[in-house]
Nanobody, 122 residues
Framework: QVQLVESGGGLVQAGGSLRLSCAASGRAFSNYYMGWFRQAPGKEREFVGAINWSGGRPYYGDSVKGRFTISRDNAKNTVFLQMNSLKPEDTAVYYC???????????????WGQGTQVTVSS
C-alpha cells in the first residue's frame, strides 16, 4: 500500500517558481512510476509529467515542457515538481499519483494524493 501527501503549493506571481513535494509511505515506493496531474475548475484532469522508478527518464505533458522538472529521491520516498516560468494558466490543484506502470492518463491509477493548490497571479 502506498499513501501520497503533497506539499508546497501556494500563491505566486507570473514568471515565478514553486517546488511541490510528494511524500510517499509504503514499502513499494521505489517500484512505482510517480507523477503529477493538475485540474483547474471546470476542466478535466491534465497530465503534467511522470518519472520512472530510477529517476532517469522523466516525461512531460506538452503544456509544461521546458518549464517544469520532475525528480525523485527514493531514499527519502519523495518526488518533486519544480515549476519555473509559471503562468496564470498553470493555476490548478496539483495531484501526485503513483502506478506500477508508466502513465499519461488519470484513469485507473493505483494511488493518488489529496492535492495541493497552486495559484499564479498575473
Amino acid at each position: 500500500q502506498v499513501q501520497l501527501v503533497e506539499s508546497g503549493g501556494g500563491l505566486v506571481q507570473a514568471g515565478g517558481s514553486l517546488r511541490l513535494s510528494c511524500a510517499a509511505s509504503g514499502r513499494a515506493f521505489s517500484n512505482y512510476y510517480m507523477g503529477w496531474f493538475r485540474q483547474a475548475p471546470g476542466k478535466e484532469r491534465e497530465f503534467v509529467g511522470a518519472i520512472n522508478w530510477s529517476g532517469g527518464r522523466p516525461y512531460y505533458g506538452d503544456s509544461v515542457k521546458g518549464r517544469f522538472t520532475i525528480s525523485r529521491d527514493n531514499a527519502k520516498n519523495t518526488v518533486f515538481l519544480q515549476m519555473n516560468s509559471l503562468k496564470p494558466e498553470d493555476t490548478a490543484v496539483y495531484y501526485c499519483a503513483a502506478d506500477s506502470r508508466p502513465f499519461r492518463s488519470p484513469k485507473i491509477l493505483d494511488f493518488w494524493g489529496q492535492g495541493t493548490q497552486v495559484t499564479v497571479s498575473s
